[in-house]
Nanobody, 122 residues
């Protein structure tokens, strides 16, 4: 019904940059919010950044000033520009979106992407 497909992960040296993308497709009526979470080995999944339909953004303290979330509404796509990457940013990054579908316009559901690996290492 709805799919989120992430891309852009990979291996990068400390101090480097990566840009993640997540495109939503399917029976989409509207998208309330889109965001990125991450999960490192042995740790719980944590919120990294979100952007809601009005454009407001929110970041976890550890990435403020280094990561930027943005959204391209016409393409149902969210991006995460990651600069000054640190080894502690290593994790699987998951896209998350709150979507109203064309088959159920009275409620919103939350969807997850499959995850993309980001490894920061020299």
């Amino acid at each position: 019904q709805v799919q989120l497909v992430e891309s852009g992960g990979g291996l990068v040296q400390p101090g480097g940059s990566l840009r993640l993308s997540c495109a939503a497709s399917g029976s989409i009526f509207s998208i309330y919010a889109m965001g990125w979470y991450r999960q490192a080995p042995g740790k719980q999944r944590e919120l990294v950044a979100t952007v809601i339909s009005g454009g407001s953004t929110n970041y976890v303290d550890s990435v403020k000033g280094r990561f930027t979330i943005s959204r391209e509404n016409a393409k149902n796509t969210v991006y995460l520009q990651m600069n000054s990457l640190k080894p502690e940013d290593t994790a699987v990054y998951y896209c998350n979106a709150g979507i109203v579908t064309t088959t159920s316009t009275s409620s919103r559901s939350w969807y997850w992407g499959q995850g993309t690996q980001v490894t920061v290492s020299s």
